[in-house]
Structures are given as structure tokens and as C-alpha cells.
């Protein structure tokens, strides 16, 4: 399928899908709510089958917090992302996709452990670098550490 | 066959007899058994010191590198500094490991290699005793060491201890069998199991040629189990080092570990002059029946240089094996023996119980 | 450090116990903490306690500038330094839409297979060793050295080059590099059959790692494990094949995929990539075209703002790189998607049900090297 094809199968799917421009990916924002149906979607319908998530990605854009999902369909070569975001700064959360792509599952608990964004149904969502007693989530714009970060 | 001036039998003769004119009974056997027991000692330590240093030099060699080069000419005293080290390290105590079986378990190893050794002929008349059952006192001496591997692994109060010595008693047992039925292989042949009976016996030839198919394919299972029972080689899980860290003596430090260290080489040493013994010759020279001239010229060579020659070529394959080859899982060392080496045994020692029968050895 | 052991509490029978394997320990190449359930001698599951050599490279990146991230991610897949540096080059020449001269893209594709036959004969080498054969050790790094010694003698300094920068190379290659690269590959294609002769083909080493660690092609997929790990099960995944860079459009090469997926198809997958290597870099390296070894850049280069993402065939796998660049001199988030990371993530699923020394043999077939996984 190519871009535009693809274009509007998502727009079929979640209507309330926003395009985003981008030279390399073909990039949809869609609200938390829909990320796992539409992601189950990807990945078991016939013709989209996106089975190889490749990279899950957590941005901090300091009014909100963001999760992206690059993925590309092994059989039909083509690659999609998707974004999702929350302005939730206390408690963020968003479904888990690990049950349908078990990489998900440490990508997550990065995310978690850097960036304090939590996913709903996770298995075993602990800290994955940090010990698990560290106060705060370093990723984030406004982490500070007295100790351990020296600003020149 | 003149082995006058390499005869030993004279001397021993001559040093009892002193003895016995001289001492009380009592105290004659007393000063005998001490001195023997000092000379084996002696001899015990420095094979130990001289195999560790050639592992080394073996292993270097095949391995592109050097080996110990510092210490001595040629680094040859690499080891008596590395024993001097060791000597020195402090002695580490295990807070809730079991004292007692912690201190013994070193010397069980040491004492059931040191009572193999004193079986062994090493010329005519050179041998601290000379069972009639000279082989199965071997056999049955050497299998005490599995003792000491496991109260090593238990006492030390830790895991990965405790998993290879169970790893190591296992294989040890296991593979006792398979030295046991192929040495059976050759007393079938030599129809006596007294060491120097076996050595006389091979003066026209020596086991390995005589028996030829059965003897050969018994001399490739010894050399297989025994480098089995002593741990070493592609069968070394027990202290495989990538795994377990160093297994069954993970915990011990200083000189018990040199016990332990020193103890695998000489189950090494003693497998090799079995070996050596039993299927090479023993002291006894490269005889070839009918040709009397090669005889003479052989005869030549003391027995105690052909000894040592073939021990240590068999120790050189052992080592060629160790670090060529990688190492065996647990469970297919198991099924090697218990699948494979086991019955070609049994077939082995009918095939040479027949042949002896039918008289169609050399 | 708070010990803390969170293994799921589903169903610890009595017989089972733990043992940690790591941080420091013989075999796991690097600091990697398993806590490993045994039952006897089976594996029953497996945790990974990554973090020992986390960095925070990540957030270094978003005080640096680009030519600076290069230095950094040197220091992440340590043993195939030029090919993550070359990741970030590309983003950057992409996103400031500079084309590079031929002879950078011919150069830095020579050296990042040279880079990947330093890496497999690293991963032989403590292959072997894992497995008892410790000769192997000797007999890798011996011929590691010849490639070590090529990049001395160009760019100064064995591991850790920074070597390519955005536009070009920091300088040219030194002359006698076509020679010595041309003896090179004519003295390990001698040697590279000692290495068959040792390990291949020996019969405990294929007992050991025939049908062990088996990962089917749908799970090395979803497990995102890519790399020969990956290819030994048969998932295409070769980024220079699929989405090719440099020049590696113009070279013929073959793209090794094996399909039993146990550890030896791995281990077959490398052995052939490092001749696949050397074919590559005898088709290029007698064509080298003449002209600049980089491209006039700024002093400062700020990237358009938006989002860019370069994905390159590290030696353990794919290695992808995000970029979301708000128009300033650093970045304002760098994400490093790391081969490593999702290799491991596999680990526990594929060692279940087997020994503890098979568990050594599969560590050592996914080749992790753990500064990767950490970042």
C-alpha cells in the first residue's frame, strides 16, 4: 500500500486521526482512547499487518507528554507512526501495545522509568535502568538533580 | 633381556636386608614405611610443580602465546613462585559452612591420589608395593577422591558449589565404570592383574599391538573416561569457569585450593602412567619379536626414561584435548557414557574374551 | 542498592531457586544482572537487571551539539563504533539536505564492514570461549588485531574512531589503507577456515547448540530482534538490503537467512555475514573515486525543526535514530533505538525450558553487548 492508500484506511478506521506533515513517515496523532483497537487493527488486518514495531519513542514537549510508535509491515514493506499525547503532567497513562507487539513490553518500562508515563494492563511495569527507589523520571524538561547534573 | 644395571630388585634386597640386620622388626618396617612414604612425597610434589608449569607451556604454545617466560630459564619456575603465592594467601573462613568437612575435603582428594601412586611401577623393582590385585587397588583407590569433590561442594555453604560438585560426583561415578571394564579389557588379555606381571608380560610386545582391535578400542575408551574422572578436558563442567565461576572449590583459598589444584594434575599423572602401563608398556622398552638387533639397541634406553616418555605423551594428548575442544554439557557427558561407552565396553571385552580364546593375538 | 528481586509470584514451587548471574560474571560480557529461576538444572524464567552502565546518554544529547553526539554514540555499541556514528551522520546531511562526495559514502561503507567482521571475530572469539574452547579466544583476537591495526594506522585509535562527521570524514584516509586492507582480506579468507575447522565443525560444539534456543520467525518479529540474531530465524531484516544507504545499492552481496532459529543458525548467519563482509569490501575497495573527504559545513549546525529518523545495519542488529529538532543548535529529544535492547527483551522467552549452560551458549549466539542496552 502506498502513503495514500494507507492515508485513508487510518482515516476510515479513527476518523478523529490528525495527519501530521512529514517527509520520511506517513504520521497520525490520534487521541489515547483509540491507540489499542486501531493498533490491534494494524497489526491483524490483512492488508496493513504491521508486525515489526521498530522503535517507541517517549517526548516530553513541556506542555505535554508524548509516546511514538514507528512501525513497518514485514509482508507489504510499508511504515507508519503514530502518536499519541496527554496533557496530563501528574499521571500520565496510556494503553499498553505489548500483548500485540511483545517488544512493547521493555520499550514501555523505558519510557516508565525515564519519562514517568505509565501504560495501563503493562505486566510488570517497574524501572528498568534506574534504581528502583530514584525519585523522579530524568527525561523530563523539568528535572532537576542537586547531585548528579552539573550545569555549566 | 639384561636389565642388570637398571634392575632395582638388588637394591631393594640391599636396603631391606640393612634394615632388618640392624633394627628391631617392628622398627625396620616403621623406617621402610616412612622413607618410602617420604620418597613418594617428594616425587608426588615435584611431578605435581613440573605438570603445571608444561600445561602451561603446552597450552601457550598451542594457543599463539608464550607461557611463562620470566620466572627461571624458560619461566621454569613459574610454579614454585605461584606455590610460594598460594603458600601466602590468606585462608579464607566461610561463616556457616561446615568446618570440619571444609578442612577435610582437600586432604580426602590429596590422600586418595597419593595412595594410587604408590601401586605404580616405575622401573623394575621400583614400586612402593606390589599388590596381586594391583588394578582393582587403583581403580578402587582413585574413586575415593568423589568423596572429597563432594564434601568440598556441601560444606562450602553455596550454590554454585553445591551444583558442581554434584555436577562433578555424578560424572566421576558414572565414568569409574568405563575405566573399570576397559582395564578389564586388558587383564582379559594379560590374565593377571598384578602391575608387574602386566609390564613382564608385555616384553615381546606390548598390549596395544598385541591385542590390536579390541586392545585399541579399549585404549581410546581409557583415554576418553579417564580424562572424564579427573575432570579435565572437554568434561571440566565441574569447574567450568564461564558457568559456576570455579565450582566445587569455589570457596577455597590458599593452600587448600593448591591441594585441590594439585590433586587434578596428579589424577592426571596417575590415569596417564595407567595408561602407559597397562596398554603402552610400563617400563618395558619398544620390543618388536624377531628383530634381536632393534631389541638390543632399545634395551639401552633405562626403563625409567621409557616410563616417563609414555606417561607423558599421554598426558600431552590429555592436554591436546582440553584445549582444543569445547565442553560437554552435563547431560550429553552423561549420555556418552551411559549410551555409548557403556555397551561398546561390554561388546569390547567379549570381542577380546573371544579372541584370547581362540589364541588370534600376537 | 536496595536488593529488590520482583519475579512475577505466580507460582514459585519449592523446589526452584534463584541464582544471580552477573553483574560480574566470566560470561555475560559486560555488566548484566540475570536473576535466573532454576528447577534443578531447567531454566524456568529469567530476568534481566539492566542499568549498570546506563549513561543517560540520551539526555546528554539534549545539551550537545551534533558533531558532539557523535562522540557519544561511539561509546553505546562499542563494537561497531562506525556504524552508529555513521546513523547520526546521515540524519544530520538528511535533514540539512547536504549531499555527501562519493568517496566519503564508498569510504565509510568499506569501513563499517570492516568494522563488522571486527565485531563477529570479537563475538567468535568469546563464543568460543563460552564454550570451553578457549583456544578460540586466542586465535579471534589474533586476527582482530590486523583490523585494529588498519584503523590505527588511518585515524589513530582502535575502539572508540568518531572518524565520520556530518558532511564527510575528519580526515582522509591514510595511503597505504587499499594496501593494507587488500592483505587483510587475502590473510583472513586463509584464516576464516581455521575458524571452521576449530569450532564449526566440531561435533560437542553442534550437540551444544543445535535445536537450543529456538526463536521462531513471528516471535523474533514481534521480540523486534533484528541483526544475524534475527536472520537466523528467518526474518529479512537486513537494513542494507531494505532501505539501503551508503553504497550499498551498488554492491552485490547476499543477505544470509537461516530458518531453524536455534543457536547454531545463528551462529552459521555470522560466520557467513563476515565472508558476505569481505565481498563487499573487495568489490569497493579498488574503486574508491577520487575527490573531497568532506563537504564544507557551518560552524554550527542547527537542523530545521521536525522529526527525522535514520535507520542503519549496526553488527548486533537495527539501529535506529530519532531526532525532534525545534530549529536550535541541539536536539530536542534523541531517542536511540538500540538492536541490543529488543535482542535481550527475547532472551527470557527462548532460554525457558532449557539448562543453565545452554543459557550461556544462547547469551553468547545474541551477542549482547550491554553499553547498547543501557545507553
Given amino acids: 500500500m502506498n502513503n495514500e492508500q494507507l492515508k485513508e484506511r487510518i482515516l476510515g478506521l479513527v476518523p478523529d486521526a490528525e495527519f501530521q506533515e512529514n517527509k520520511q513517515f506517513l504520521t497520525f496523532l490520534i487521541p489515547p482512547a483509540r491507540l489499542h483497537a486501531l493498533a490491534q487493527k494494524l497489526r491483524d488486518e490483512e492488508d496493513l499487518a504491521f508486525d515489526f514495531l521498530f522503535c517507541l519513542t517517549g517526548v516530553d514537549l513541556i506542555k505535554q507528554l508524548m509516546v511514538i510508535y514507528h512501525m513497518e509491515s514485514t509482508r507489504h514493506k510499508h511504515q507508519l507512526v503514530l502518536k499519541v499525547q496527554t496533557e496530563d503532567r501528574l499521571n500520565p497513562a496510556f494503553d499498553t501495545v505489548c500483548d500485540l507487539w511483545k517488544t512493547a513490553e521493555f520499550h514501555e518500562r523505558e519510557v516508565y522509568d525515564l519519562l514517568g508515563i505509565r501504560f495501563n494492563n503493562h505486566p510488570d511495569l517497574r524501572r528498568i535502568f534506574l534504581d528502583e527507589d530514584w525519585k523522579g523520571h530524568p527525561l523530563r524538561k523539568d528535572y532537576t538533580d542537586e547531585v548528579n547534573i552539573v550545569e555549566l | 633381556m639384561n636389565f642388570s644395571i637398571y634392575d632395582f630388585t638388588s637394591f631393594n634386597q640391599w636396603l631391606d636386608k640393612l634394615l632388618y640386620d640392624n633394627l628391631s622388626p617392628f622398627w625396620a618396617v616403621v623406617v621402610e614405611m616412612t622413607v618410602i612414604g617420604l620418597v613418594v612425597l617428594l616425587f608426588y610434589a615435584l611431578i605435581g610443580l613440573f605438570l603445571v608449569y608444561a600445561e602451561r607451556k603446552v597450552c601457550a604454545f598451542m594457543q599463539n602465546r608464550v607461557g611463562p617466560n620470566r620466572v627461571g630459564p624458560y619461566g621454569f619456575f613459574q610454579t614454585i613462585a605461584d606455590l610460594i603465592k598460594l603458600l601466602l594467601k590468606e585462608l579464607v573462613h566461610i561463616k556457616n559452612a561446615d568446618k570440619l568437612l571444609f578442612n577435610i575435603a582437600p586432604f580426602i582428594v590429596i590422600c586418595a591420589s597419593f595412595m594410587a601412586i604408590a601401586a605404580i611401577p616405575f ?22 577422591g568423589v568423596i572429597g569433590v563432594l564434601l568440598a561442594g556441601w560444606s562450602s555453604n553455596n550454590k554454585y558449589s553445591l551444583i558442581g560438585a554434584m555436577r562433578s560426583g555424578a560424572q566421576i561415578v558414572s565414568y569409574e565404570l568405563s575405566v573399570g571394564l576397559s582395564l578389564l579389557t586388558i587383564i582379559v588379555l594379560a590374565g593377571t592383574m598384578q602391575f608387574s606381571q602386566i609390564v613382564e608380560g608385555q616384553a615381546n610386545g606390548w598390549f596395544i599391538f598385541k591385542g590390536h582391535i579390541p586392545a585399541f578400542i579399549a585404549f581410546v575408551v581409557f583415554l576418553i573416561s579417564s580424562t572424564a574422572e579427573t575432570n579435565r578436558g572437554p568434561f571440566d563442567l565441574a569447574e567450568a569457569e564461564s558457568e559456576l565461576t570455579a565450582g566445587f572449590h569455589t570457596e577455597y583459598s590458599g593452600i587448600k585450593f593448591a591441594f585441590f589444584f594439585l590433586a587434578e594434575y596428579m589424577n592426571m599423572f596417575i590415569v596417564a602412567s595407567i595408561a602407559a602401563t597397562v596398554f603402552l608398556g610400563g ?25 616417563f616418555g609414555k606417561t607423558f605423551f599421554v598426558i600431552f594428548l590429555m592436554m591436546w584435548f582440553k584445549w582444543t575442544f569445547p565442553r560437554l554439557r552435563i547431560d550429553q557427558l552423561l549420555t556418552l557414557e551411559w549410551k555409548y561407552l557403556l555397551p561398546i565396553n561390554l561388546v569390547n571385552i567379549l570381542i577380546m574374551a573371544f579372541v584370547v580364546l581362540m589364541g588370534w593375538h600376537f | 542498592m536496595k536488593e529488590v528481586v520482583n519475579l512475577p509470584v505466580k507460582n514459585i514451587e519449592e523446589e526452584e531457586y534463584h541464582i544471580n548471574m552477573g553483574p560480574q560474571h566470566p560470561s555475560t560480557h559486560g555488566v548484566l544482572r540475570l536473576v535466573v529461576s532454576l528447577q534443578g538444572e531447567i531454566v524456568k524464567s529469567l530476568k534481566p537487571h539492566c542499568g549498570y552502565i546506563h549513561r543517560g546518554i540520551e539526555k546528554m544529547c539534549e545539551k550537545d551539539t551534533y558533531p558532539q553526539i557523535i562522540h557519544l554514540t561511539d561509546r553505546m555499541d562499542y563494537l561497531s563504533a562506525h556504524i552508529n556514528n555513521h546513523a547520526v551522520c546521515m540524519l544530520v546531511e538528511k535533514a540539512l539536505e547536504v549531499e555527501v562526495p562519493e568517496r566519503v559514502k564508498y569510504i565509510r561503507t568499506i569501513i563499517d564492514e570492516l568494522n563488522r567482521i571486527a565485531s563477529h571475530q570479537l563475538w567468535w572469539c568469546s563464543f568460543g570461549m563460552d564454550m570451553g574452547g578457549l583456544t578460540c579466544f586466542f586465535y579471534g583476537l589474533r586476527d582482530r588485531e590486523k583490523i585494529l591495526d588498519i584503523f590505527e594506522e588511518s585515524f589513530g585509535s582502535r575502539l572508540l574512531h568518531s572518524y565520520y562527521t556530518p558532511g564527510g570524514l575528519m580526515m582522509d584516509i591514510h595511503p597505504n589503507f587499499q594496501k593494507s586492507v587488500k592483505d587483510f582480506i587475502v590473510y583472513f579468507r586463509k584464516k576464516i577456515k581455521d575458524y571452521d575447522d576449530l569450532l564449526t565443525g566440531n561435533i560437542i560444539m553442534q550437540e551444544r547448540t543445535k535445536g537450543v534456543g529456538i526463536l521462531s520467525k513471528e516471535d523474533a518479529v514481534s521480540y523486534g530482534v533484528t541483526g544475524p540474531s534475527g536472520r537466523g530465524s528467518g526474518f529479512s531484516c537486513d537494513v542494507r538490503k531494505n532501505h539501503p544507504y551508503g553504497v550499498y545499492d551498488k554492491v552485490e552481496f547476499n543477505e544470509i537467512l537461516m530458518h531453524e532459529g536455534d543457536t547454531f543458525a545463528r551462529y552459521m548467519v555470522r560466520m557467513h555475514e ?33 522529526e527525522y529518523f535514520q535507520r542503519v545495519e549496526a553488527a548486533r542488529g537495527e539501529l535506529g535514530v ?47 553487548v550491554i553499553p547498547d542496552i543501557d545507553r
Fill in chain 3, 322 to 368: 530519532y531526532v525532534l529538532s525545534d530549529g536550535n543548535k541541539t536536539p530536542f529529544r534523541m531517542k536511540f533505538r538500540s538492536p541490543n535492547f529488543s535482542n535481550l527483551s527475547a532472551l527470557d522467552h527462548i532460554s525457558r525450558g532449557g539448562k543453565i549452560a545452554d543459557l550461556v551458549a544462547i547469551g553468547g549466539s545474541l551477542d549482547y
Fill in chain 2, 283 to 307: 617400563w618395558m622398552p619398544f620390543h618388536v619379536s624377531g628383530w634381536e638387533g632393534f631389541n638390543h639397541v632399545m634395551d639401552f634406553i633405562p626403563p625409567l626414561i621409557w616410563y
Fill in chain 2, 123 to 144: 622401573a623394575k623393582g621400583l614400586h612402593a608395593i606390589d599388590f596381586d590385585i594391583g588394578i582393582l587397588y587403583v581403580i578402587a583407590v582413585s574413586s575415593l
Fill in chain 3, 274 to 306: 563476515m565472508h558476505e563482509s569481505m565481498k563487499i569490501i573487495e568489490q569497493l575497495i579498488d574503486n574508491i573515486p577520487a575527490g573531497d573527504y568532506s563537504v564544507k559545513m557551518k560552524a554550527v549546525l542547527k537542523l530545521p525543526a521536525g
